[in-house]
Nanobody
């Protein structure tokens, strides 16, 4: 059974930074693309960023230039560095694992089969 555990959320002022981490259990982590999604109250879950098994990165337009996704396969961990945070970035952030090995990242939540429990990010104005 695969488990994903996020950490690093919190309360930060606008313009500040946070780094989220997601540790995955199980083998062959390196063969899967990983994604970060977020969900604000009353809104649908939306794509934030993803990284392929080979390290290619993809971002939502709303976070491009401010967020950076990376991975450390030796630690089975994917990161989301968030800079220049805005109040509209406030949401619960989830990491997720792509459904199949060696697949390219997907911007739709349906393309991921394992999800973490989420970590709250709150940006005050």
């Amino acid at each position: 059974q695969v488990q994903l555990v996020e950490s690093g959320g919190g309360l930060v002022q606008a313009g500040g930074s946070l780094r989220l981490s997601c540790v995955a259990s199980g083998r062959i982590f390196s063969s899967y693309a990983m994604g970060w999604f977020r969900q604000a109250p009353g809104k649908e879950r939306e794509f934030v960023a993803a990284i392929s098994w080979s390290g290619s990165t993809y971002y939502a337009d709303s976070v491009k230039g401010r967020f950076t996704i990376s991975r450390d396969n030796a630690k089975n961990t994917v990161y989301l560095q968030m800079n220049s945070l805005k109040p509209e970035d406030t949401a619960v952030y989830y990491c997720a694992r792509r459904t199949t090995t060696l697949a390219t990242p997907n911007t739709r939540a349906g393309g991921y089969d394992y999800w973490g429990q989420g970590t709250q990010v709150t940006v005050s104005s």
